[in-house]
């Protein structure tokens, strides 16, 4: 089946939509895919739902535990480099 092949399919009484499985295999959308639907000016749209939200860094920043005192700018930009250095002395 082409891309621009135009298929069909028609709504149930309970609004569900059954995609043409050449379009799913294609895709590899199986039972239990997520998609998330968008309205668009030409129509309907639907692609991968995200397996995770969205988030902001403020809203994870310290989720993970940590012992000592807090690194400072400098000492990171130390360790980054410390460790390309390192990486590209293997190399």
């Known amino acids: 089946m082409s891309a621009s092949e135009k298929l069909t399919t028609t709504i149930s009484t ?10 799913r295999k294609r895709r590899e959308w199986g039972a239990g895919t997520r998609l998330e639907v968008e309205e668009t000016p030409e129509g309907v749209l639907l692609k991968l739902a995200p397996v995770f939200a969205a988030t902001q860094p403020k809203d994870v920043f310290g989720s993970l535990p940590s012992r000592g005192a807090p690194k400072t700018l400098e000492e990171m930009d130390a360790s980054v ?3 390309a250095r390192r990486r590209h002395a293997r190399d």
């Open 81 to 83: 480099l410390a460790e």
């Open 14 to 23: 309970k609004g569900q939509v059954i995609l043409p499985s050449a379009i």
